[in-house]
Each structure stands twice: as C-alpha cells, then as structure tokens.
C-alpha cells in the first residue's frame, strides 16, 4: 500500500504550477474590464488544480498497465512500482477529474451553459492522453493539447466567466502561461525519449529528435516573453512579468547542456517555477494597471 507521502508525490505536485498560472493571468485580465468575483475565480482554480492532478493520475494508470513505464526516471509511478493497484491509481484518477467536473458544472451553470461542452471536451482529453486504444500523447500531440488546455482554455476561460467578452490581454497571456506549459512536456519528454523509442511512444521528442526539441523548449521560453510585449503596450504594469527572464536561465541551460535524469528533472521542476513567477508577476501587473 502506497503510503500518504507516497500519494502526494504520484500527483506530481510540482507541475501544479502550471495550473495555477493561467488562472491567476485570466483573473487579472478581467479584472481590467471591471470588478471580480471571487467565488468564480476560486471554482476555476479548482477546476485546473483538479484536472492537473487527474491527468496526472491518469496517465501513471494508462501507462503502468501498459507497461511502458517499467523503465522510466522521474518522478515516483504508482502503478508501475507496484506501490499502488492499477485499480486504486484509476480511482484516484477518476476521483480528481469528477471534482474538475462538477465545479466546472457549476461555474458553467452560473455563467454560460455552453461551457459544459468545452469542459466535457477537456475531460476527454485528459482521459485519452495516454488512455484508450489510440492515446494522442503518443503520436506527439500532447504539447498541442497542452498549450490549448492549459493555456487558452484555462487562461481564456477564466476570463470569459467573470466578463461578457475577453480582453486581448487574456489571449496573449494564453502564450504567457501555455508556452512554458509545452516547455515542460518537453523536458519530460527529452528526458525519456530512449524508453519511448523502446516501447513505440512516438512523443513529440522522439518524432523531431532529441536536439529540435531541445531547441523548441528554449524557443518556448523566449516566445512567452515576446507575449508579454503586446500585453504591456496596453497595460504597461504587465511588463513586471519580465522580472522572472533570469529564472529562464537554469533551466535553458541545463536541457541544451544536460543528459542525465536529475539535470533534465531540475529543468523541468525550474519551468514550472518559471510559469507561476512569470504568471504572479503578469497578473499583478493587470491587477495594477
């Protein structure tokens, strides 16, 4: 039985970060139009935490009854270790994205109706990442998936429920947290590219090589900060967001220069750093602009 600690690491609670960020960026983005109300900003950080935490849990059930896990470094893997059954992981999955669910209903019901469409949608893509019989994340498409889950959707989403419409800087800040977002599949998925080759995980890594995907990692960073410029022509306090440009420093560094698991896992847990500093700094910006 997989203890309490041993729960919490399965979660994967450093890439929560990437959940976080694009809330607090959409919050502030609307905040420019008009007051906000906090309850909603508060169902759709729960929302992201908790479909962060199920894809999370998914994808360690998917890929442990796959067997495609046996051999990757990294974080801890429930299913794989054998710590946890494959039933308990799933549950546990499934636990976490029927909470994203419900309070999604709820924020929906409030606001648009319509949107318990696009969250049924999410639900489904976190279900199918690396589940069903043809997971996308292993075709190369999860960065895409990311940047559209957690960067527009997230981003612009939380926006849209707190406004009638969404203010440009929402749309630009989706770059500001999706692109680190992708960058972070990335150096997972640099990290792992030997065993996906292995077990026939075609993941954007592996499709475009090691050396392309390391380059589009930095390319990631630099453009999210090139997202800022447009946000800051308008609101010229967002530019604080350029505050965190030194925090892209390690990790850049360490995916074009490093090899081993702990140097690429450093550059991983680094971008997810990187995202909620960049995001704080840009949402405080709005919220002063």
Known sequence: MATTQEWIQGSRPRTLGAAIAPVA???AAASTLGPITWWRALAALVVALALQVGVNFANDYSDGVRGTDADRRGPVRLTASGLATPGA???AAVGSLLIAAIV???LAIATYPWLLLLGAAMLLAAALYTGGPRPYGYAG???LMVLICFG???TVGT?????NGVPAAAWWGSLVTGLPACAVLLANNV???ATDTVVGKRTLAVRIGDRSARRLFVGCLLASFIAVIPIAILNPWAALAFLAIPLAVAPSKAMLTRTDAPGLIAALVGTVRLELVAGSLLALGLAIS
Do not use: K
């Not at 926006?159 to 406004?163: C, K, S, Y």
């Open 25 to 27: 960026v959409g919050t």
């Open 89 to 91: 992981v799933r549950a």
């Open 104 to 106: 999604g209903a709820v």
């Open 141 to 143: 498409f999860g960065e």
């Open 152 to 154: 527009f959707v997230a």
């Open 159 to 163: 926006a849209l429920v707190q406004r």
């Open 191 to 193: 990290r792992d590219i």
